[in-house]
């Protein structure tokens, strides 16, 4: 090798060149070809992706949009002419009714249209800067036209507007719900209008925020001063969804009466049952009626809009098919929209009223005079020759048509395959939302389902509980039950005889002065028993106390098998006995669907209303658990009956048919058939009959009139 050809380190002829100069070359080349030909590729997928996106999807679209529209018109008569161009007649409504449920998609379709077809004024005043604290929300303002101004103030304005109905251009007045800065508004605008009755449709607080400042004297008797007006609070009636407050207000010498009918059952976020909502404006129409209407009455929900809407879309339809035997919802709720802004605001809410308006159509007024009750029994005895079916046939077989239905995700907890083992039938679980749920764990019991539900009574919500008769596998869940829902009285409907102890065990100690455990946590001990008429029915007195466990060392603490609910973990605390009385009817023989004695059954609802303290003024806070070995035959009948003599006694009137839908809303199965339904007749008759004295209804009925 030559000296030059050693400084270029160039290889002469001869030798071979090194493996991994070849490799070093030919790496290079094949990376970049490699990334050249994937770029290529991911480009041409992201081309294609964007014109598949860009250049088919409309094609599909319209063909699908195309199919939804003949899917929506090509049927018998076309969705379209389900939606109403006149008044409908009372006796067709339920048929109209019907066939729209085939179409849902002409609730929107209506909505739409009568939405389109509004003709919307200015809110020029409702949104000026200075008027912006006056309000809940821009959504739901009075229009210029028809807003109701505050003559002697310098500030006129308020969240407030005149409303007509198919009698009267100004029979209503719908306002927001008051606010901590607008009450003095408000109260100055009730005197002003001299309005004798406020309707109030939402809870003051909910859902962690307050709906609505609560504007009126919070105790009886009690005097507030709103401004130049005062208000006492001098009385107030409770029911199960509803309330009726008696105000006296004076303004400087001049005092005037007036009455507040609160609906306390309508969420935010879903309608209340029809029958509910019907109780009520006909409690509040009554009572109309009977007083000098010296104003329009004020309506007002959260921002008074559609919950003020729906009430009165219903009202409003009511009188016209009083009046006129027609309904109009399509016209009704266009001319409120026109009215105020945003005073309904979705099908939902005309579907709402579609549906009251028909269970009114459908069940009509079922309510009794206590007067003259005896011939109302005996002509509901008597047969249909036509049909071959007497009045309590006929309603009964209504309320099973208008059953309310629950789906297996409505009841989700009872179906769950660590309950299940919880249930004597799978197919009798209550629904998720109302159903008491529990907290005091036992043992490693971390579920908090019981196969219990609440039923509303005549004056309380959720008044009862009813629930079948405890399982080995879960009477330390029911005495759990007991425990949290704060349960003094428990009525059990069965008595089980000895050979059927094993299906039916016994849960509480039969023997005086006898303490038993049920579960680790708790234990109940017998005070005694005392019979009522002849052993007709039992009272125990029972005391029910929070087991005292031995403290837990550290080390077992650490040991997560042994941390078995929160009530160990705070076993050191020591929680005073809770008296319980538990009755238990025993003229109820097996397999009969009453009891032998109708006596023996007021008897016993006289003797739990005693122990509860319930009278005409005080309503116990305490609910009753109702036990029946299936947790709904006699159930029914029970809370029916205690319901219906609730009614008599405070309004001298009666309405099986209603308290009977009533307790059906979270159980369907209660009062399952006729003879459980004519009995609930049976013992409101005995009860008037034998406690009711005939100058109690005339003196009522005195009262009345006066109001």
Not at 158 to 177: D, E, F, L, P
Not at 293 to 298: A, D
Not at 455 to 471: H, K, Q, S
Not at 683 to 692: A, E, G, K, R, S
């Given at each position: 090798m030559s000296e030059a050809d050693q400084r270029l380190d160039v290889p002469t002829q001869g030798h071979e060149i090194p493996d991994y100069v070849c490799c070093v070359v030919t790496e290079g080349i094949w990376t970049w070809f490699g990334t050249i030909l994937l770029s290529a590729i991911l480009l041409t997928l992201a081309t294609l992706k964007y014109c598949k996106s860009r250049f088919k999807k409309p094609r599909f679209l319209i063909k699908n949009q195309n199919l939804?529209?003949?899917?929506?018109?090509?049927?018998?008569?076309?969705?379209?002419?389900?939606?109403?161009?006149?008044?409908?007649?009372?006796?067709?409504?339920?048929?109209?009714?019907?066939?729209?449920?085939?179409?849902?998609?002409?609730?929107?379709?209506?909505?739409?249209?009568?939405?389109?077809?509004?003709?919307f004024s200015d809110i020029s005043v409702a949104v000026r800067p200075e008027n912006a604290t006056k309000n809940q929300s821009l959504n739901s303002v009075p229009f210029d036209y028809n807003r109701v101004r505050l003559l002697d103030q310098s500030e006129d304005y308020v969240n407030a507007s005149y409303v007509g109905n198919c009698i009267n251009k100004r029979a209503w007045i719908v306002s927001q719900g008051p606010m901590e800065g607008t009450f003095l508004d408000f109260w100055n605008m009730v005197w002003q209008e001299k309005t004798p009755v406020i309707v109030m449709l939402t809870k003051t607080f909910e859902f962690i925020k307050i709906m609505c400042f609560q504007y009126w004297p919070a105790h009886l008797n009690m005097l507030d001063t709103y401004g130049r007006i005062t208000v006492t609070l001098t009385q107030e009636e409770s029911y199960a969804n509803y309330k009726v407050r008696h105000f006296l207000m004076c303004n400087g010498n001049e005092a005037r009466v007036l009455r507040q009918y609160h609906y306390t059952a309508w969420p935010v976020n879903a309608p209340p049952p029809p029958n509910s909502i019907l109780n009520f404006r006909q409690r509040l129409r009554l009572d109309m009626e009977s007083m000098a209407m010296t104003g329009p009455p004020v309506v007002h929900c959260s921002d008074g809009g559609s919950r003020s809407g729906c009430f009165l879309a219903i009202d409003d339809n009511l009188l016209m098919s009083e009046q006129?035997?027609?309904?109009?919802?399509?016209?009704?709720?266009?001319?409120?929209?026109?009215?105020?802004?945003?005073?309904?605001?979705?099908?939902?809410?005309?579907?709402?009223?579609?549906?009251?308006?028909?269970?009114?159509?459908?069940?009509?007024?079922?309510?009794?005079?206590?007067?003259?009750?005896?011939?109302?029994?005996?002509?509901?005895?008597?047969?249909?020759?036509?049909?071959?079916?007497?009045?309590?046939?006929?309603?009964?077989?209504?309320?099973?048509?208008?059953?309310?239905?629950?789906?297996?995700?409505?009841?989700?907890?009872?179906?769950?395959?660590?309950?299940?083992?919880?249930?004597?039938?799978?197919?009798?679980?209550?629904?998720?939302?109302?159903?008491?749920?529990?907290?005091?764990?036992?043992?490693?019991?971390?579920?908090?389902?019981?196969?219990?539900?609440?039923?509303?009574?005549?004056?309380?919500?959720?008044?009862?509980?009813?629930?079948?008769?405890?399982?080995?596998?879960?009477?330390?869940?029911?005495?759990?039950?007991?425990?949290?829902?704060?349960?003094?009285?428990?009525?059990?409907?069965?008595?089980?005889?000895?050979?059927?102890?094993?299906?039916?065990?016994?849960?509480?100690?039969?023997?005086?002065?006898?303490?038993?455990?049920?579960?680790?946590?708790?234990?109940?001990?017998?005070?005694?028993?005392?019979?009522f008429d002849g052993g007709k029915f039992s009272a125990w007195d029972l005391q029910l106390f929070k087991q005292d466990l031995e403290p837990k060392t550290m080390a077992m603490i650490s040991d997560r098998k042994?941390?078995?609910?929160?009530?160990?973990?705070?076993?050191?605390?020591?929680?005073?006995?809770?008296?319980?009385?538990?009755?238990?009817?025993?003229?109820?023989?097996?397999?009969?669907?009453?009891?032998?004695?109708?006596?023996?059954?007021?008897?016993?609802?006289?003797?739990?209303?005693?122990?509860?303290?319930?009278?005409?003024?005080?309503?116990?806070?305490?609910?009753?658990?109702?036990?029946?070995?299936?947790?709904?035959?006699?159930?029914?009948?029970?809370?029916?009956?205690?319901?219906?003599?609730?009614?008599?006694?405070?309004?001298?009137?009666?309405?099986?048919?209603?308290?009977?839908?009533?307790?059906?809303?979270?159980?369907?199965?209660?009062?399952?058939?006729?003879?459980?339904?004519?009995?609930?007749?049976?013992?409101?008759?005995?009860?008037?009959?034998?406690?009711?004295?005939?100058?109690?209804v005339r003196k009522f009925e005195t009262a009345r009139k006066k109001k």
């Amino acid at each position: 090798m030559s000296e030059a050809d050693q400084r270029l380190d160039v290889p002469t002829q001869g030798h071979e060149i090194p493996d991994y100069v070849c490799c070093v070359v030919t790496e290079g080349i094949w990376t970049w070809f490699g990334t050249i030909l994937l770029s290529a590729i991911l480009l041409t997928l992201a081309t294609l992706k964007y014109c598949k996106s860009r250049f088919k999807k409309p094609r599909f679209l319209i063909k699908n949009q195309n199919l939804l529209l003949k899917s929506v018109i090509a049927d018998d008569n076309g969705a379209t002419k389900r939606i109403p161009e006149s008044a409908i007649r009372t006796e067709d409504f339920p048929r109209h009714c019907l066939k729209r449920r085939k179409h849902q998609v002409v609730d929107d379709l209506e909505f739409a249209t009568m939405t389109k077809s509004c003709h919307f004024s200015d809110i020029s005043v409702a949104v000026r800067p200075e008027n912006a604290t006056k309000n809940q929300s821009l959504n739901s303002v009075p229009f210029d036209y028809n807003r109701v101004r505050l003559l002697d103030q310098s500030e006129d304005y308020v969240n407030a507007s005149y409303v007509g109905n198919c009698i009267n251009k100004r029979a209503w007045i719908v306002s927001q719900g008051p606010m901590e800065g607008t009450f003095l508004d408000f109260w100055n605008m009730v005197w002003q209008e001299k309005t004798p009755v406020i309707v109030m449709l939402t809870k003051t607080f909910e859902f962690i925020k307050i709906m609505c400042f609560q504007y009126w004297p919070a105790h009886l008797n009690m005097l507030d001063t709103y401004g130049r007006i005062t208000v006492t609070l001098t009385q107030e009636e409770s029911y199960a969804n509803y309330k009726v407050r008696h105000f006296l207000m004076c303004n400087g010498n001049e005092a005037r009466v007036l009455r507040q009918y609160h609906y306390t059952a309508w969420p935010v976020n879903a309608p209340p049952p029809p029958n509910s909502i019907l109780n009520f404006r006909q409690r509040l129409r009554l009572d109309m009626e009977s007083m000098a209407m010296t104003g329009p009455p004020v309506v007002h929900c959260s921002d008074g809009g559609s919950r003020s809407g729906c009430f009165l879309a219903i009202d409003d339809n009511l009188l016209m098919s009083e009046q006129s035997h027609q309904i109009d919802i399509f016209g009704t709720v266009k001319h409120l929209k026109e009215q105020r802004k945003s005073l309904l605001t979705s099908s939902d809410h005309v579907r709402y009223v579609y549906d009251v308006v028909e269970d009114f159509l459908l069940c009509g007024d079922t309510k009794l005079s206590i007067k003259g009750l005896l011939q109302e029994l005996i002509n509901k005895s008597k047969k249909d020759p036509q049909t071959g079916f007497n009045t309590y046939q006929r309603e009964h077989g209504l309320l099973n048509s208008l059953l309310p239905r629950f789906s297996i995700g409505d009841c989700a907890a009872g179906h769950r395959e660590e309950n299940r083992t919880k249930n004597r039938n799978v197919l009798l679980v209550p629904p998720d939302e109302n159903r008491p749920r529990l907290t005091s764990f036992q043992g490693t019991e971390t579920s908090d389902y019981i196969n219990a539900v609440f039923v509303d009574g005549y004056r309380m919500a959720n008044e009862f509980i009813c629930t079948e008769w405890p399982l080995n596998n879960t009477i330390s869940n029911f005495w759990s039950l007991v425990y949290d829902q704060n349960i003094k009285t428990i009525v059990v409907l069965n008595h089980p005889k000895s050979n059927q102890m094993q299906s039916y065990p016994a849960f509480w100690p039969k023997d005086r002065d006898f303490v038993k455990s049920y579960g680790p946590v708790f234990h109940v001990e017998n005070s005694g028993c005392q019979d009522f008429d002849g052993g007709k029915f039992s009272a125990w007195d029972l005391q029910l106390f929070k087991q005292d466990l031995e403290p837990k060392t550290m080390a077992m603490i650490s040991d997560r098998k042994d941390i078995s609910s929160l009530n160990n973990l705070l076993s050191n605390l020591r929680t005073p006995a809770k008296p319980l009385k538990l009755f238990q009817i025993h003229c109820w023989p097996p397999n009969q669907h009453v009891p032998n004695s109708t006596l023996a059954l007021v008897h016993l609802i006289a003797k739990v209303d005693k122990w509860r303290g319930s009278d005409s003024n005080l309503i116990p806070d305490d609910k009753v658990l109702v036990i029946s070995q299936d947790g709904y035959s006699r159930c029914g009948i029970f809370c029916t009956t205690a319901a219906c003599l609730e009614q008599v006694y405070h309004r001298q009137e009666v309405d099986v048919f209603q308290a009977v839908k009533t307790v059906r809303q979270h159980r369907p199965q209660l009062v399952a058939n006729t003879m459980e339904y004519k009995y609930c007749y049976d013992v409101v008759l005995h009860y008037v009959m034998n406690y009711i004295k005939p100058h109690t209804v005339r003196k009522f009925e005195t009262a009345r009139k006066k109001k």
